[in-house]
């Protein structure tokens, strides 16, 4: 079910402000199946919702369109599209190298402030793994996300990487609703995260920015190899991408 919250942001954050908030919310629900694959998004009933007019949306969703999480149909609207592993291949592939790049292109400069960030999210993550839910697993999966790309500040870097992450977001928390056994969920993938994020806070923790990358990157190449094991066992095990 989707999450609603206020409607309206801050007073003065702007039309850009607005725009941004628009566009996260929505994307974090597509992302969480808040909106399921076929889901129609009516403009009205959005605008409606934030309490704006029809253009802000309709710039969102065409956004949204361009990075492929939504499609436009002649005579039905606007609908969210629907995942498939086979054509992520090469996304998956050149993700793979960009979380590399992370660690080497442009380094941001590491303080305890940084670190604090870390380690605050491999704590959370611990706690997380003890709860076993699946939507707080793609939450801080996409929070980590973000942290992890402040590691370079290679801005059209991050940008591409943002965009190619949420183009595979979804991918894990739709193969996990067809998990059979909820327990291999949480002692396998659920746990796999934790120590990416481990080692990776452990990486960072030592100003060792181009390790953490090497580890980011294993991850994704792994975490794909068992997203198309999962798909080809039509299920039975669950595959998390772990980003």
């Known amino acids: 079910m989707t999450e609603k919250r206020a409607a309206a942001g801050p007073a ?11 566009y ?13 694959p076929g889901s129609r998004l009516r403009e009205e009933d959005l605008a409606d919702e934030f309490n ?12 949204l369109e361009a990075e492929g999480l939504l499609r436009s149909m002649h005579g039905v609207g606007t609908i969210v599209t629907d995942i498939d592993v086979n054509e992520l291949a090469q996304v ?13 292109l ?8 940084l ?38 500040t290679n801005e059209p870097l991050r940008e591409i990487s943002e965009r190619l992450y949420y183009q595979t977001a979804r991918i894990w928390l739709k193969t996990a609703s067809r998990l059979r056994n909820f327990d ?10 934790q120590r990416e994020v481990a080692d ?25 190899s068992r997203i198309r094991k999962a798909s080809l066992s039509g299920g039975h095990a669950a595959a998390a991408d772990s980003e």
């Open 200 to 224: 990776i806070t452990e990486a960072v923790g030592h100003g060792d920015l181009i390790a953490a990358g090497h580890v980011r990157r294993a991850h994704i190449a792994m975490s794909f």
């Open 115 to 152: 670190v604090a960030r870390f380690r605050d999210i491999r704590a959370r993550c611990d706690r997380m793994v003890a709860d076993g839910d699946p939507r707080s697993f793609s939450r801080i999966n996409m929070e980590f996300f973000h942290l992890f790309t402040t590691l370079t």
């Open 106 to 113: 442009s380094p941001t400069v590491v303080d305890e402030a």
């Open 12 to 22: 003065d954050e702007g039309a850009r402000g607005r725009f941004e908030r628009i």
């Open 24 to 36: 996260q919310t929505l994307r974090t629900r597509i992302c969480l199946l808040d909106y399921a």
């Open 92 to 104: 998956y592939e050149l993700r793979v190298e960009l979380a590399e790049l992370i660690g080497k």
């Open 52 to 63: 704006v007019s029809r253009t802000p949306i309709r710039r969102v969703l065409v956004k």
């Open 184 to 193: 291999e969920l949480i002692n396998n993938e659920f746990v796999t995260f």
